[in-house]
């Protein structure tokens, strides 16, 4: 077995890391398990990446002066971290490659946070944004891609709130890093204008059952309700007030914009109508880039007459890419911080189709901020009304003036 | 000594260091589990419930107490001997009975570390890097190796008799002079020792882990399924039985990601109908070995025995 082991490392070393003219990227994907849903279509949104690139000839490095081809060497981890953590190894240690991309969310990116930082190897962290990795002051092994950390997504709802001039907030989260992140934001914001909450409540992130929830919300009046949780939690909290024929004004939940199709077979449309949530692409159309395609062309490519079925996460795994193939046409050097000096470079500078892409000195997003979008009853289903953005630049993507009261379906 | 002298050569022959730990990590839960069930006959479903006690007191005394990584490791099997102790009272259960109340404690466990935010089970664990891979390493050699000399304890003293005759008969051995909740309970502690000292070293090299992460039932499933395809009862079963299906865990992840789930999945099922006894019954007494293996040894040794037979 042991030698086994042993040739197959070795033939995947002269394979990938040895052999000459083709950087090597690695990464896992989850095909089986909980974040399935969610890792495939970021993996896919990767290698169509790879494909662009080596369809044009290779990507610039800028300290070898030429393009190289790229290759993506990846394993299953199957959604089980105790995997990713030896999966992750061996793309660094045998397979030896340039630098490594994690796989969806803050639980399967953590193995890798720590392999980063112990083995001085650039992770480029596509949506892993738990607050966690990024806390302990400057680190140059870990860059986040695609969505700021988890305490800046609310700003725009604040700013929401204060225009529609909202006072009673309910706010309902669920208890992990992502969505207490956000929570703790708002709550610190209405602390700022003397308010609190008239509800505040945490569940467990496995909560299910919103019946007696919905009641207390209820029973607090509030003018606006934010329930943060991961798209199981959102679902079973908009089921909860659909069968129980719960109306409240104003109500946000965060993943209804990233994954729509999901929502409206799970939901429906009649329910999520007047909804708010985050605006990500391709709700959000960014076309003004200056690295890869724009959002239009990037849903003409990548799914061909079917840009309905393109989602977030495709988005967000083609955008890790850009960002990967922006590393190395700035970089200093091909070691680690010298890649990761491509990097700082760019950033701040870097327009991809998900935005402004700029690091802090911590490794986490702070451009790419989500705008506010209401969903808008559009024939037998509903279209997203950008209602809020959240930088003066995407000021011109709003198209549309948020409704509330929500009139009642 | 064999067993740490061939893991000791394992950087020589495959450089992930990751992936030797998490086996060494392995072999100590395998043999965690041949302890408690191998010996004593209760099989704990909810095993994982040690290793993450294992994990949350190593951690938790790391980042509230700044201690270093062996006394962190002393904590972590400390805190899981203290559960253990908590839950000793499901010993008088037994059979199926055992086995889900054990699992039913572990999930327990779980909510209670995943919801509480002095446990950081909101925000996931972050620790600073203590050992360096090559280290950790050797700590987990060394934890193995001490481990393999317990399992030898167990087996051939008097207090292993003791489990043996309670998990063939607990009334006759009560009769017979053995103090049988006594000696369980030792067992059960020692297993989760071990457990919570496997704990604390995964705590040491994953460092940044959210709750679902330890306290996931997989790992159960693993160290029982490891322990009994080598043997258990024995004390190179357990490790031999982790190497061999591990590895392939690994081998096939890498080499056939695609078809993971079902190449690992037939394998295992092919090899619990060819070797119920687990690979060290190939080697134990006549009546251990599986009948298709007894055949096939008889074949081999037929031209010896020949003459005899013949009139």
Excluded at chain 1, 277 to 297: D, H, Q
Aim: aromatic content about 12%; overall charge positive.
């Amino acid at each position: 077995m042991a030698s086994g082991l042993a040739a197959a490392s070795l033939s995947a070393s002269l394979s990938a890391g040895a052999s000459s003219n083709v950087i090597t990227v690695g990464t896992l994907y989850a095909n089986t398990g909980s974040f399935a849903t969610s890792s495939m279509p970021e993996y896919a949104g990767l290698q169509f990446w790879v494909k662009q690139v080596n369809a044009a000839g290779g990507m610039y490095v800028a300290p070898l002066k030429k393009k190289e081809h790229v290759r993506l060497v990846s394993y299953n981890d199957q959604s089980d971290p105790a995997t990713a953590t030896t999966l992750y190894n061996q793309l660094l240690t045998q397979n030896k490659v340039n630098v490594f991309v994690a796989d969806f969310g803050s639980v399967l990116t953590a193995p890798a946070v720590t392999i980063a930082k112990d083995q001085k190897h650039l992770l480029f962290d596509i949506t892993g944004s738990g607050t966690s990795f990024f806390s302990s002051g400057p680190n140059p092994y870990v860059a986040l891609t695609s969505l700021p950390v988890s305490a800046v997504w609310p700003k725009p709802v604040v700013g929401l709130l204060s225009k529609l001039k909202i006072k009673r907030v309910a706010i309902l989260y669920c208890q992990n890093d992502f969505d207490q992140a956000q929570a703790a934001a708002i709550k610190g914001f209405l602390a700022s204008e003397h308010l609190q909450p008239v509800y505040f409540q945490g569940v467990p992130t496995t909560q299910s059952d919103y019946s007696t929830i919905v009641q207390a919300i209820k029973g607090a009046n509030p003018q606006a309700v934010l329930e943060f949780g991961y798209p199981n939690n959102d679902i079973a909290f908009l089921n909860q007030l659909k069968s129980t024929n719960t109306h409240f004004n104003f109500v946000l939940t965060p993943f209804p914009g990233q994954l729509p199709t999901l929502f409206r077979q799970d939901v429906g449309a009649k329910a999520l109508a007047w909804g708010y949530t985050y605006a990500v692409p391709p709700i959000l159309r960014i076309n003004k880039v200056n690295i890869g395609l724009g959002l239009n062309a990037f849903l003409q490519k990548f799914a061909p007459g079917k840009a309905s079925t393109v989602n977030f996460l495709n988005v967000a795994g083609y955008n890790a890419g850009l960002a990967v193939q922006a590393a190395f046409a700035h970089a200093t050097s091909m070691s680690q911080l010298g890649i990761r000096a491509g990097l700082t470079a760019v950033s701040g500078k870097l327009q991809t189709l998900e935005g402004t892409f700029a690091l802090n000195k911590a490794g986490a997003q702070v451009g790419e901020l989500l705008p506010v979008a209401q969903m808008v009853p559009h024939g037998a289903g509903f279209q997203f009304k950008i209602v809020y953005p959240a930088t003066a630049a995407q000021k011109a993507m709003v198209n549309g003036t948020p409704k509330y009261p929500a009139p009642k379906a | 000594m064999i067993v740490a002298a061939v893991l000791g050569a394992g950087p020589t022959l495959y450089n992930n260091l990751a992936f030797l730990t998490t086996l060494a990590i392995y072999i100590l839960l395998a043999q965690g589990v041949n302890i408690v069930y191998g010996f004593t006959g209760y099989l704990p479903f909810g095993f994982v419930g040690f290793f993450g006690a294992g994990i949350y007191g190593s951690s938790l005394a790391i980042v509230y107490w700044h201690v270093g990584g062996y006394t962190a490791i002393g904590l972590g099997a400390l805190t899981s001997v203290v559960a253990a102790v908590v839950l000793s009272p499901l010993l008088r259960l037994s059979g199926a009975y055992f086995a889900l109340a054990t699992l039913a404690a572990s999930q327990a466990l779980y909510f209670i570390v995943a919801n509480e935010s002095w446990t950081f089970g909101e925000s996931g664990m972050s620790l600073p890097l203590i050992f360096s891979p090559t280290a950790l390493y050797v700590v987990a050699v060394v934890a193995v190796t001490v481990t393999l000399i317990v399992v030898f304890y167990v087996r051939d003293s008097h207090f292993g008799l003791s489990l043996r005759a309670i998990r063939s008969d607990a009334v006759s051995a009560a009769m017979a002079g053995v103090n049988v909740v006594r000696t369980r309970t030792i067992a059960w502690l020692v297993s989760a020792a071990i457990a919570g000292v496997a704990g604390a070293l995964w705590a040491l090299m994953t460092s940044a882990f959210y709750a679902e992460t330890p306290f996931d039932l997989t790992i159960s499933v693993y160290a029982i399924v490891f322990a009994l395809f080598g043997g258990v009862r024995t004390v190179v079963g357990p490790v031999v039985g982790t190497v061999v299906l591990y590895s392939l865990y690994q081998y096939i992840g890498i080499s056939n990601p695609q078809y993971f789930e079902l190449i690992y999945g037939l394998l295992i099922v092919v090899l619990v109908l060819f070797l119920p006894g687990g690979l060290s019954s190939l080697v134990g007494g006549r009546g251990d070995r599986p009948a298709w293996w007894n055949r096939l040894v008889r074949h081999r040794a037929a031209p010896e025995s020949a003459p005899e037979v013949a009139p």
